[in-house]
């Protein structure tokens, strides 16, 4: 298993490729049966939580904002192919045959990335927005709402989270 920074736990059954391409903040937990493959730079921001079962994958880049969570099961897909457009096949197919499409992914501080979700290439998910269990993220997400699927539900309590925030932030050491 590659040596990662302090303040960097990462359990033992979890799977970490491209280390050499990660930045990671302090404290960041990575849970047992996570798969991280880094081939482009992925960020990692400070207090973030990637939970058990879920992957990072895709070839292209990621940022974890500060205080986000990738909840158990969820997956930030980077890279997938459209097969609707004319594309067959999968990565034992050479590229021209395939319509693969890679795009950067951005989780904003303070999000959450609910069980089982999945967050498609490309996509931006707004300061303090959650994406609910379940959810399959195709579009950007508007700072601070609460989603299930693409569409907005209601609007998150920014003011309290920040107020909370700040009450953390007085009592570091």
């Given amino acids: 298993m590659p040596s990662f920074p302090l303040g960097v736990k990462v359990y033992e059954t979890a799977k970490v490729i491209g280390v050499e391409n990660i930045i990671f903040g302090?404290?960041?937990?990575?849970?047992?049966?996570?798969?991280?493959?880094?081939?482009?730079?992925i960020v990692i921001g400070?207090?973030?939580?990637?939970?058990?079962?879920?992957?990072?994958?895709?070839?292209?880049?990621?940022?974890?904002?500060?205080f986000s969570a990738v909840s158990q099961g969820a997956k930030l897909l980077t890279g997938t192919d459209d097969f609707v457009s004319g594309g067959f096949g999968n990565s034992t197919v050479p590229t021209e045959?395939?319509?693969a499409k890679r795009g950067a992914i951005e989780v904003g501080r303070f999000c959450i990335v609910g069980?089982?979700?999945?967050?498609?290439?490309?996509?931006?998910?707004g300061e303090g927005a959650v994406v609910g269990a379940n959810?399959?993220?195709?579009r950007d997400l508007?700072?601070?709402g609460v989603y299930i699927g693409n569409r907005?539900?209601?609007?998150?309590n920014r003011?309290?989270?920040?107020?909370?925030?700040?009450?953390?932030?007085?009592?570091l050491p």
């Fill in 26 to 41: 302090s404290p960041v937990i990575i849970d047992d049966f996570t798969l991280i493959v880094a081939r482009e730079p």
């Fill in 46 to 66: 400070n207090y973030v939580h990637i939970a058990c079962f879920s992957a990072i994958t895709g070839g292209a880049a990621v940022n974890l904002g500060d």
């Fill in 97 to 99: 045959y395939r319509n």
């Fill in 115 to 125: 069980a089982n979700a999945v967050v498609l290439p490309g996509v931006t998910i």
């Fill in 135 to 138: 959810s399959v993220v195709t």
């Fill in 142 to 144: 508007e700072p601070w």
């Fill in 152 to 156: 907005r539900h209601r609007e998150r």
């Fill in 159 to 171: 003011h309290r989270v920040m107020e909370r925030f700040a009450e953390f932030e007085r009592n």
